[in-house]
Nanobody, 122 residues
Framework: QVQLVESGGGVVQPGGSLRLSCTASGSIFSIHGMGWYRQAPGKERELVATISSGGTKYADSVKSRFAIAGDTAKNTVYLRMDSLKAEDTAVYYC?????????????????WGQGTQVTVSS
């Protein structure tokens, strides 16, 4: 089994900063990419940022404010969020495309964390 565990959410004032972390654990053969998505109340889940061997990708709404980074040795991805706005309030979910090995073949699947709440409010 594979688990993604997120941490770092909380309540912050507008203009403040937070750093989210997500660590993948379990029977991992390799990780092809990791990323962060968010879902605000009444809205669809949306991409925030992703990172892979091909580079990084950001939603237009967070470019220049958020930075994604990965530590491959720790199977961990981070999301540094600066200049936070009220509209950044959402549950943030970690996602990873992970290859596992079952003894006979490799299986690739997309895994999700349980989500961490980020609230930006004065």
């Amino acid at each position: 089994q594979v688990q993604l565990v997120e941490s770092g959410g909380g309540v912050v004032q507008p203009g403040g900063s937070l750093r989210l972390s997500c660590t993948a654990s379990g029977s991992i053969f390799s990780i092809h990419g990791m990323g962060w998505y968010r879902q605000a109340p009444g809205k669809e889940r949306e991409l925030v940022a992703t990172i892979s061997s091909g580079g990084t990708k950001y939603a237009d709404s967070v470019k220049s404010r958020f930075a994604i980074a990965g530590d491959t040795a720790k199977n961990t991805v981070y999301l540094r969020m600066d200049s936070l706005k009220a509209e950044d309030t959402a549950v943030y979910y970690c996602n990873a495309d992970i290859v596992t090995h079952n003894g006979q073949s490799n299986d690739e699947a997309s895994y999700w964390g349980q989500g961490t709440q980020v609230t930006v409010s004065s």
